[in-house]
């Protein structure tokens, strides 16, 4: 039995667990549609009504899901810690905890039903891709947040050495000069703060230049990780198809 529910909730190349999928998924849709409806502020008592009994049923499908994949999961903590167990969770908790504590403040945990679009994730199969990439390139996506983190800090302290002077209540400390630097370098550039010195408009200047080559970096780690990646699914799949 265990065997048999396993291949329905995590297989999902046979003909069941395809079929289990793709009810998980429309019900996830359905869910954030009404989800976006129950917000319209002129719904009948009928569509109230309506979706919260759709809401109870998806609900306690999501449950009986949770259930079993806790059930058939080799190391049931490791599945409930993880990134798609905690999703799972979240996908329920605010229904059961509405209903246990009738607290107003509560009711903020009802937003944590957005959650369920990430339960999408689980099934689109492009996404073992990404995971892939990550691990290649997680060494150089950490050495360029330190990097990126080391030009935010002396942009920061420097267009407060242009700027203090002539704008003190915009420019008061490197703390709150750290906004203007993440939009500049980020070439975002909101215009709610910049410089009007002639010091403060060379040195942005530069930081716009160097803000170009932040911007890109990430896109061409992503690329290459991402191509390396459909290789490495690639040799899987065939070292798979001799196998079998």
Known sequence: MRKKLRALVEDN?????KIFDYFIQILILLSLILFAIETLPDNSRSTIVFIESFEIFCVLVFTIEYILRIYVAEHKLKYIFSFY??????????FYISRVCDLRALRAFRLFRIFRALKLIRYNKALNRFHIAARIVKEEVILFLIVTGIF??????GIYYFENEAQPEVFSSVFHSAWWAIVTLTTVGYGDVY?????????TF?????GVGIVTIPAGLVASALSKAREIEDEENLENSKHN
Request: hydrophobic share 55%; glycine share 12%; proline share 6%.
């Open 195 to 203: 410089p009007i010195t002639d010091g403060g408009k060379i040195f």
């Open 13 to 17: 190349t046979s003909k069941y667990g």
């Open 152 to 157: 935010v800090f002396l942009a920061s302290a």
């Open 206 to 210: 530069f930081i716009l230049i160097i």
């Open 85 to 94: 167990g905690i999703i799972d969770f979240l996908a329920i908790f605010p």
